[in-house]
């Protein structure tokens, strides 16, 4: 396509600024920006080979359909080659950092069968009839963070004192680590996920080269991820020595002591382990518990159909899901040639799914600009799907309804109290800032 055609077919966008824009960090933050972008590539070109400035190509896929298509293919389109987007100086800097071309290697890093075999280890562990039993634990903690926004009057930040500890608390209970470490794992996440943000880049003990485009996709400050990834290795480290001498009922216990084909696990599975599940647990979480609220905020007949009838919870945790995704993609190599939507895919292309596009599609979801706690059916991908599909996905619906039941029958009202603001990455992103104003019954 050339760039007058692309102009034609994608108005506002040449076809250099969509390549670029898609990978671009600062558009996430703005919620329209993107599925503007998005929407235009579903109807125009849905499976697009991208090639933005700085970054190996890679095909984008916006269809809901397609993105499954691919993740069923799980022996087709490997992870362990790129799982997520960085521009080539990132990936260079890491090769010649960590001697990798990932910073660790996790779960997503992974396929079968070492995959599996990882993934076996903890399955039962993060499936509803254990967590049942944490059920209680679970609603305690909400409480505690209800009564904590009540303690602070009439006015807070939503997501700096409640929606970004909740989870973390949650999740670090599991694996057993104390609440006085839980701020300086908040830090890490952050920086793991949002190392070119500059509220980031502010804050860290590891910073890195104030010119280079590691992770970010744009030239500025950023976290040294060689240093945050010692930290956390250096922290779980400990743990592990732990646990392997004093097994307690924690996830961390179940880590430390897991068998693969009969020996021990690798001290570099084990905390790349504990990094997935101290890091992907939270702040997706988090994103959804602040920007579920920040939509019944701005939808008040949906408020009112919530508070008036608590049985919708259910559907209105899946709503929250859906409209935040806060996961922005995954990243597939193809294995082999694939046609998809009569778009030739080569070996060794890269494929860039794009979960809040899927979650979006007009195919599949009636309205789907719109904010219903009652839709039904709602087949959201934002936990992915296939083999890869989140561990933790019974766990962080179970966490957002206990929050919700807890505060939402307490609130008498609640409404803005200024301007919401969004992480800028195109990873990991959700609102950082959410102040509201509020009367609890
Ligand atoms: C994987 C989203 C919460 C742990 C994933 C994937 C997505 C995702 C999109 C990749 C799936 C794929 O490639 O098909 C989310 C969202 C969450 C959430 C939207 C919250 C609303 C959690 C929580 C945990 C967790 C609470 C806690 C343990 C994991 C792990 C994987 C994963 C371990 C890797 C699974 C694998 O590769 O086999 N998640 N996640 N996630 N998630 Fe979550």
Known sequence: ?????????????????????????????????????????????????????????????????DIQEIERQSDKFVNRLRTYLSPVEGEEWLKATVGDTHLFRTLVDLD????????????????????????????????????????????????????????????????????????????????????????????????GDDDTVVFSGERGQSVDLAATAQALFDYFGAITADRRKNPKDDVASVI???????????????????????????????????????????????????????????????????????????????MEDYTLRGKTIKAGDGLCLHYPSGNRDEEVFGEPFKFKVDRTPNRQIAFGYGVHLCLGMHLARMEIKALYNELLPRLKHIELAGEPKNTRANFVSGLKSMPVRYRFA
């Not at 396509?1 to 969509?18: C, H, K, L, Q, V």
């Not at 009564?147 to 599991?174: H, N, T």
């Not at 009969?262 to 890091?279: F, K, N, P, W």
């Open 1 to 65: 396509m050339s760039t007058a055609e692309a102009s034609a077919a994608f108005p506002g966008y040449t076809r250099d600024t969509i390549d670029d824009q898609v990978v671009n960090p600062e558009l996430y933050a703005d919620e329209d920006e993107i599925h503007a972008l998005f929407t235009t590539l579903r109807k125009e070109d849905p499976v697009r080979l991208m090639k933005p400035r700085g970054f190996r190509p890679f095909w984008s896929i916006t269809k809901h359909a």
């Open 256 to 334: 430390a002591n897991g068998m693969i084909d009969g020996q021990l696990i690798g001290d570099r599975e084990a905390m790349s382990y504990y990094v997935i599940v101290a890091t992907a647990g939270h702040d997706t979480t988090s994103s959804v518990t602040s920007g579920g609220l920040l939509q019944l905020i701005k939808n008040p007949d949906q408020m009112a159909k919530l508070k008036g009838d608590l049985s919708l919870l259910p559907g209105a945790v899946e709503e929250s899901i859906r409209w935040v995704t806060p996961v922005k993609h995954f990243m597939r190599t193809a």
């Open 112 to 207: 079968d069968p070492i995959h599996y075999k990882l993934r076996n280890l903890t399955q039962s562990w993060f499936m509803p009839p254990n967590l049942k039993k944490l059920e209680e634990r679970i609603a305690g903690l909400a409480k505690d963070h209800v009564d904590r926004m009540q303690d602070l009057g009439s006015e807070c930040d939503f997501v700096k004192e409640v929606a970004l500890w909740y989870p973390l608390r949650v999740i670090m209970q599991l694996l057993g680590v104390p609440k006085e470490d839980e701020p300086f794992m908040l830090k890490m996440t952050q920086e793991i996920f949002g190392p070119g943000d500059p509220d980031v880049t502010a804050a860290t003990d590891h910073k």
